[in-house]
């Protein structure tokens, strides 16, 4: 009855993965792994300590008779054809956020998940698994807050690297809020807009840090994001929902209260892995849950076709200046 | 050494401002009072028991010989002649804000203060007399946040009445902040937009409620303001400075904190006169003292013209629902 | 690979572990159950689906041979024969506290595991397992605060039953406190004193409530402890560490934060199974990985007689209104 | 209409209490100083500019006939012989704690006081004019929390100098929770107990420290105290009463929130003149108020001789390590 999962990609995040599904959750096990660099897909063999055998691709991994289900986690660019191949096969496959690089890209797999006849796809969106946000979707559900009508969220990172340049702040970064938003509102878009405020000193040259991010709503929640990936004093998430009858605060990762050296403090996580380590655990859990029921849940191809619409229309926004039209084109009936 | 002060407009801040004098600043006196309606005033001069007389009008008031300072608590339309007539006649004057209800009428008290050759006029923006804000205004200062980026604030009333119109929320609302940022960033605003999310439903059908206003500073600090006149749950001022090395928040207004009911609470304001109680008595002392001393500090004219342009601005962006440039003159050497 | 249970007691605390163990966790699987009332016991395979055999004594259940590891959940007094058996059988058993209803049933159960030559039994103490008191532990351990001096901490519930008498403020729900501290501090106690403030009027005629349980440890230590059972608001665990360099607060369980109705506010629990819903997790978990390599750690039967030895002194203090002594016997080198 | 005062003793007290009343209150004028160093009473009177007469003795001074009521800040030892000539010149007199530095001598005040037929002193305890404990204090006799049960307090400083020894915990430290609690709760001690914790290594050899007091009211109501005068970390006043239907906790002073450097902070004060600030400045507005109106009101003679009382007996219990009863005189319906 246990899943038999093979990992495309065996980078930090793949082994990541591996080593959940491994370790912590039950009822799936890695038996097949592939990364371009086939050394260190056996070295990631070797240190979890897996009975899985290395394939030479991807695509012979899906294949395999043994594999029960797919995990992407490969480069960005490679997500489409891998989701693609794994719907092909009736697999269900778990992709790491962006689904496809570009919305044409998930718009191909939306098509053929439609014609495969039932969801196969779970994307990586792990926030929608996160404890606090799921407190806050129950609030908003159970109509405590009344209707909702502004957000307020902050998406703060220590420092970027060199690569990091001004569009990641979207696709790299503002894409987890994209989706968060829409599922706690149970809402889509209608514009964008980015300010740039003052530059840190602290930011790269090729990258605009802080950013400010403007979304409009269709049932006309406004909603404004700021990142800022250089913030020097850690990782943090903020999440205020505004409604008629009140704030919800997204409550802040558990730490202990000090009252040490003339200061009343806690710690700040300074580690996305950290701060989603829980999340992760239940998003796996519940992909192998929904591979061994054959009925994937969770953040679906739509969702991450809508994720990626609104992304681009956000850089498009960088670029311009100006208030840019979101247009999502008619949800499908398959995904309800 | 007592100051005599002669209070035109007698409504409910003149006559709190005249208990404060009377009851808890010191070096200050009421002797004067006026008010379109004379009753009132007669009736304000018996509740708080004062040696003062009743003027027929704020004219005569300011004129009368033992009068050395003016308060100006009328009607806003009001306000512009009566600070004339106290520079003509060399008093100082606080007035309340606005300092007059066009940014024309705030340049006429300007150039009559220049020509009177010192400063005579403080404006009422008491938040620069809060202690929190004070202490914001230090930290940002002593270099403790690395340059300002963004401010996220937010000023929330719990219900405002049928009169309380969309550019109220400017002109009586935001002007507060619009003051207490360039205070705080040592700045001018640069441009304004404002967005309107989805109505709260407990909004009158002639306001818009809530609003969120943007603005953005010459230094380019970028400024989101949530106002939000019938949020139910409270009186509620927030801001967050957001910078460099750092960010800053207000303090919550002092309160018990409870665990009662299964709850851990404490308790929201509902009254803006609490909330700056302290800061008005602050405030009041400065003037008088100021007035005592022969030298007028804190918010000044310029300020006052200032809040007003920026404000005018805001108007229209509420009506272009585009992103309005504020042009402010340059600021006289008198102002320096 | 598996690690085949077999659960003794199936009322409200063996079922939540069996579905726990069979829902949640991994490496787990429940082969077998009985109860006192064997229908119950069958209601439990029924409801959760258990592929187990219904046992007729718990003393059958332990010797089956299909059975390799053994939960005693049954009614505190059979706690100790059945731990005895298991020992007696070479199985590893997680026990339920208390370990024995007397220190020398206790003292019994550690002479039978050093006479097995190896640790069998994991004690239920969960606390140990909280993420808070994790993080309260390392800050300890690390030096953080300095050598501890003080503890102050307080256990409080909404509400207890008619049949919760004053004894049981020690035995049931100090219990859990006894072997924290002693695992936080790595130390042992010296002396104990129970003081009763005024009486709730919430609370039934039988029991005091609340009481203040003052601890003395071996390293000088003073702990106070408030225990409030029908402190009405919601079940609320408090410890604060006051050490030398600094003072450490657990973390308050995950919330919400609201501003609605005239408060700022986050909700309370009132239930201490939904509290230490992770910690039972992740200690039933441990008690598995444990049973599977064959080496149990945790709470052991020396801190479950410390426990009891420690409880029972303070039940003599709230008798004798006097500083109790605490004497306990040299810790076995087995115990290390 | 002014009160005129005469200032006995122009140490640190006495000279800040002058300086308020002269910078900062309304009312009042110092008019008269002594000091056993005339010297520095004259620096006194030029540093704050003040119009006063340097008297020899503080006996001359309360005789002065333009000497309209006496502020009594000299060494502690001095108290009770100007206290009591205040009371037979008939004039409302200040005394800063200790009223006197034995219960007799208190008592010998109170028979004056008596005698004369009028309240004429007020005792320097400033907590009650904290804002925060009046929240408590409205919380209490609100009947919000019910009947309180129990208190649990802190009073921390971050380091004593040499000649701070263990008894001075009480007579200097303890003094102000000891008046606090018995105005809040509106009650009167029955016992005290005292416990010594393992010693910080922060403190001289001379002071047991921290320690933790035990006090049990007439009305049952269970208080414990840490004293901990080098606890590094700053000046820390903590109090939270536990009722029947909750618990309040007095508020943190107020203090930004900080983002930075890992964490999530405010700034803990470090001194004590700056935590009671504001409670000074109310307190003697309030003596400069009752003097003019011939009505002295606040902490009395009697609220001086119960701290007086409880303070001996707690000493006592720090030398004796046992459960010491206090007993307090009936209460004259003179301080009804």
């Known amino acids: ?53 290395v394939y030479a691709s991807g695509q012979e991994l899906i294949a395999a008779d043994d594999v029960d289900a797919v ?25 790491e956020k962006p689904l496809a690089t570009t919305a044409q890209g998930c718009r191909n797999i939306i098509d053929a998940e439609i014609e495969a006849g039932k969801r196969l796809v779970q994307v990586g969106f792990m926030r929608r698994y996160d404890s606090g946000y799921q ?24 420092e970027v690297p060199e690569r990091y340049v ?10 987890h809020e994209l989706d968060t938003f829409r599922w706690l509102l149970d809402d889509d878009y209608k514009s964008a807009q980015v300010l740039f405020p003052r530059k840190t000193r602290h930011a790269h040259s090729k990258v605009e840090d802080p950013q400010m991010v403007l979304l409009e709503t269709v049932k006309g929640v406004r909603i404004d994001v700021e990142i800022f990936v250089n913030c020097r004093y850690g990782y943090d998430i903020q999440c205020a929902v505004v409604g008629e ?27 996305w892995k950290k701060r989603f380590n829980d999340a992760f655990d239940v998003e796996l859990q519940a992909f192998i849950d929904g591979a061994a029921a054959g009925q994937i849940g969770g953040p679906s191809s739509w969702d991450g076709y809508a994720a990626a619409i609104a992304g681009d229309v956000c850089v498009k926004a960088q670029e ?17």
Chains 1, 2, 3, 4 share one sequence.
């Not at 806050?136 to 307020?152: N, T, V």
């Open 166 to 175: 001004t569009p990641m702040a979207i696709h790299d970064t503002l894409i």
């Open 245 to 271: 009858e009140g704030i919800a605060h997204l409550p802040e990762p558990q730490a202990l209260q000090y009252r040490q050296a003339g200061k009343l403090a806690s710690e700040i996580l300074q580690d």
């Open 71 to 95: 995990l992407v986690t490969s480069w960005g660019p490679t997500h489409e054809e891998y989701v693609l191949a794994a719907i092909e096969a009736g697999k269900p496959v778990f992709c």
């Open 135 to 158: 407190l806050m979707k129950e609030a908003i559900g159970g109509g405590r807050l009344g209707e909702p009508l502004m957000i307020h969220a902050a998406h703060r990172n220590p």
């Open 1 to 53: 009855m246990t899943v038999r999962i093979g990992v495309i990609g065996t980078g930090m995040i793949g082994e990541e993965h591996s080593r959940r599904i491994t370790q912590t959750l039950t009822g799936g096990a890695i038996v097949a792994v592939s990364d371009v660099n086939a050394e260190q897909a056996q070295a990631v063999v070797e240190r979890l300590g897996l009975d899985a055998r």
């Open 320 to 336: 311009s200046g100006a208030i840019e039209a979101i247009e999502m084109p008619e949800r499908p009936a398959f995904y309800g």
